[in-house]
């Protein structure tokens, strides 16, 4: 009976031991997979972080080449903005450039007026032509524009009509410079001409053109020496000698 009890016990033992041992090696394995499926998850997550950061890697870089084309672009146009406000630019300063007055006188359109070519041969500039009788009566206004000037080797288009002077047909040409110092000339043969050149020899101021009538080269040199200097003339309508003849200093006779 000893024996029975004893045997029993030992099974009893034996198969606590053999449960002990499987609950342990079933939870040497639980522990084996959890831990196996907790490093596979956390691979899962790196490899899912990796990616992520791999894509926004990918992301900045194209939004920087993105940016960097934007900023591109709109400095190119930017450029292209200013250049085509300094063509603007410029063609307004064209635009706006004060015209070159290039007519003395008025063109009146009248059947009467004279159209001459008119050089300044001198080397002073010319700010006032005045069309005037020799003697007194009649004297037109200065027919170069307040400001303006003929100057040193300038040539304009100068419109005068004897008509004005009712009925008057010699003139004399009264000249002032931009120095403030005068000329005359004397009988200025304007319906004989249609260019003249205003000279200085040195000792008198005179004119060189061509004659409309006979289609010669004029000069009123010895014409305006021998007024200036005494003699009897020798001009085409002389007036006799004139101490304030033809050049620089005379003042107009009115």
């Not at 005068?182 to 040195?202: C, E, K, R, W």
Request: hydrophobic share 35%.
């Amino acid at each position: 009976m000893k024996k029975c009890l004893i045997l029993a016990k030992k099974c009893i033992v034996t198969c606590l031991g053999l449960a002990l041992v499987f609950l342990l090696v079933g939870c040497q394995n639980t522990a084996t997979a959890v831990t196996e499926s907790a490093s596979s998850a956390m691979d899962s997550i790196m490899e899912e972080s990796s990616e992520e950061s791999k894509a926004e890697e990918e992301t900045s870089v194209e939004a920087s080449m993105e940016t960097a084309v934007i900023e591109e672009a709109e400095e190119s146009s930017a450029a292209v903005e200013q250049e085509s406000a300094a063509v603007e630019s410029s063609e307004t300063e064209e635009v706006v450039e004060t015209p070159v007055i290039s007519v003395i006188g008025t063109d009146t359109g009248s059947e009467t007026q004279v159209v001459i070519q008119v050089t300044n041969g001198l080397n002073i500039a010319i700010t006032s032509i005045q069309f005037g009788e020799p003697f007194g009566g009649f004297m037109s206004e200065n027919m170069i524009l307040d400001g303006l000037s003929l100057l040193p080797g300038e040539t304009k288009t100068m419109y005068f009509d004897p008509a004005v002077a009712a009925g008057v047909t010699d003139f004399n040409v009264y000249l002032i410079f931009e120095d403030g110092k005068q000329s005359t000339l004397h009988s200025f043969p304007y319906d004989n001409m249609d260019a003249v050149s205003i000279v200085d020899s040195g000792q008198v101021i005179y004119i060189e053109y061509i004659s409309l009538r006979s289609g010669e080269q004029r000069s009123s040199e010895m014409s305006e020496y021998i007024i200036k200097f005494g003699g009897s003339g020798g001009g085409e309508t002389d007036q006799g000698a004139d101490p304030n003849a033809g050049c620089i200093g005379d003042a107009p006779t009115n």
